[in-house]
Structure formats: C-alpha cells, structure tokens
C-alpha cells in the first residue's frame, strides 16, 4: 500500500538523518539527488526554450521555469548548509586518499556552493535591473536593485559566464567520484547513496 510504504520511508528518514562514520546521513542524501534534479532543470529550461519562436508561450514558460528552478536552488543551498552543520562531521573517506586530493575535493565542493549560490543570486539581480517580475511559485519576490538596463546587461552576462563555468564544475565532480568508485575504488561515491533496503 502506497500510504504505509511512505510513512515507513518517512520514519528511516528521520532515523538516519544523521551522518555516520561511514555514510551521511538520509537527508543529506536526498538534498544531495534533489539539488542535481533542480540543476539539470535549470539548465534543460534554458537550452529547451531556444527550440521554440520568441514571444511564445512555451519559451516564455520555459524561461520562468528556469527562473523559479533557480531560486529553489538557492532555497536548498541554505537548507543544505544547515544540515550540514546539524548532522554532524562528515563520514571519511576509506581508504584514505592522498592528501592532495582531499584538498582538492574541499575546493571543488567551496566552488560548488559558491556557484549555487552566485547563479540565483545574479539571474535575481538581473530580473531586477531589467524591471521584470520575479516568480517564485505563485509568488514575485521583491527587486533586489532598481531598474537599470545596462547593469542588467552586465548582470546577465556574468550570469551566462558562470552558467558556462558550471557545465565544467558539474561534470568535474561527478568524473572525480566516479574516479573513485570505479578506479581508486574506495567509498566516496557510497557514501551518497541511498541505503538498500535489508533482505527480507
């Protein structure tokens, strides 16, 4: 039964919220899965929208879904980086990996979080030195600054930049963990997934 297949995977959700020695914790994960559907939406939003005439209703629809996926992103960034701090240290790497390379993951993961939060932010300005609505949901979101079209042009150009840079960022982290699954073959990518239920 759907209602009581959802409460039992409700209730393992608030039992493993925490992260462990050796996996984080269940909403970690789910945030983790969430944040990179809502990526490839922006994105998919974005490219799809060039498929269809200007002034459409499709494009147009297309374009503020893209907007609203952003802003989710942002929203999500914040819950992420308080779980972060409430479920607990992060569950290590086993085998350990060079320190080099640990090094590196913590700046991929500063210029990921970095990037989540600079691309809603600069597509929120941009809306609002263009003087355009912000939608969010049924909602319109306050202007950031006031109407000015050419910081809007300098704002939605560094938008698209960091746009481009992300494609790289993204793929970057997903090669690096499965570089670690498949080749130095240790638990880094397990560490992210979802548990597997226990044979009955």
Request: aromatic content about 10%; proline content about 6%.
């Given at each position: 039964?759907?209602?009581?297949?959802?409460?039992?995977?409700?209730?393992?959700?608030?039992?493993?919220w925490?992260?462990?020695?050796?996996?984080?914790?269940?909403?970690?994960?789910?945030?983790?899965?969430?944040?990179?559907?809502?990526?490839?939406?922006?994105?998919?939003?974005?490219?799809?929208?060039?498929?269809?005439?200007?002034?459409?209703?499709?494009?147009?629809?297309?374009?503020t879904?893209?907007?609203?996926?952003?802003?989710?992103?942002?929203?999500?960034?914040?819950?992420?980086?308080a779980?972060?701090w409430?479920?607990?240290?992060q569950?290590?790497?086993?085998?350990?990996?060079?320190?080099?390379?640990?090094?590196?993951?913590?700046?991929?993961?500063?210029?990921?979080?970095?990037?989540?939060?600079?691309?809603?932010?600069?597509?929120?300005?941009?809306?609002?030195?263009?003087?355009?609505?912000?939608?969010?949901?049924?909602?319109?979101?306050?202007?950031?600054?006031?109407a000015?079209?050419?910081?809007?042009?300098?704002?939605?150009?560094?938008?698209?930049?960091?746009?481009t840079?992300?494609?790289?960022?993204?793929?970057?982290?997903?090669?690096?963990?499965?570089?670690?699954?498949?080749?130095?073959?240790?638990n880094?990518?397990?560490?992210?997934?979802?548990?597997?239920?226990?044979?009955?």
């Amino acid at each position: 039964m759907l209602i009581p297949d959802t409460v039992t995977w409700m209730i393992s959700m608030a039992k493993h919220w925490k992260n462990t020695a050796d996996r984080y914790g269940s909403l970690s994960i789910a945030m983790h899965w969430l944040m990179l559907l809502l990526l490839i939406g922006v994105y998919a939003c974005i490219n799809l929208r060039e498929l269809f005439p200007r002034g459409s209703d499709l494009r147009d629809g297309l374009k503020t879904w893209h907007f609203m996926l952003g802003l989710a992103v942002l929203a999500l960034v914040v819950v992420r980086l308080a779980l972060r701090w409430a479920a607990g240290a992060q569950p290590g790497i086993q085998p350990p990996p060079p320190h080099w390379q640990q090094r590196l993951a913590g700046l991929m993961h500063l210029a990921l979080y970095l990037f989540m939060i600079a691309m809603p932010l600069l597509g929120w300005l941009t809306l609002s030195a263009a003087g355009k609505p912000i939608p969010f949901f049924g909602l319109s979101l306050p202007a950031l600054v006031g109407a000015d079209e050419a910081l809007a042009g300098t704002f939605k150009e560094i938008h698209e930049t960091i746009g481009t840079i992300g494609y790289y960022l993204i793929g970057l982290h997903a090669a690096a963990a499965l570089f670690h699954h498949y080749v130095a073959r240790d638990n880094t990518l397990r560490r992210m997934l979802p548990r597997r239920k226990a044979p009955a």
